[in-house]
């Protein structure tokens, strides 16, 4: 792997992402939600962190159990947006762009676990 972490499409899409969720997290019905949003903003931030992290030791099968987990981390982030717009923290507009990056995101995780696999010698 040659790429360093800043390249990886996927990570944009996690700061993206980030920067989406921290702007939502503004919305003054999250204000006495001190522990919900603590742990949305970790989530967020998981991802990002994970996929530099699993960079850093410069092999496939290592970045892939890295992106592997994130996938999971994505789908707890997307139910967390789901628990805030059922207890009225938000709407279902205020989160859509969030939601639909989290989606994209999986799908580009999903994408490059493949792609490193391929390039794994058996």
Do not use: H, P, W
């Amino acid at each position: 792997m040659t790429k360093s972490f800043e390249e990886f499409d996927v990570y944009k899409k996690g700061i993206q992402l980030a920067k989406l969720v921290f702007k939502l997290l503004e919305n003054k019905t999250f204000e006495r939600e001190y522990g919900f949003k603590d742990q949305i903003k970790r989530a967020v931030i998981s991802i990002t962190n994970n996929i530099a992290e699993g960079s850093e030791y410069n092999n496939n099968k290592q970045l892939i159990r890295y992106l592997k987990s994130q996938k999971e981390v994505v789908q707890k982030f997307r139910s967390m947006l789901i628990v805030s717009r059922e207890l009225g923290f938000c709407s279902q507009t205020e989160i859509e762009e969030s939601y639909k990056t989290s989606i994209e995101i999986s799908q580009n995780l999903s994408n490059f676990i493949k792609y490193l696999s391929t390039k794994i010698k058996d």
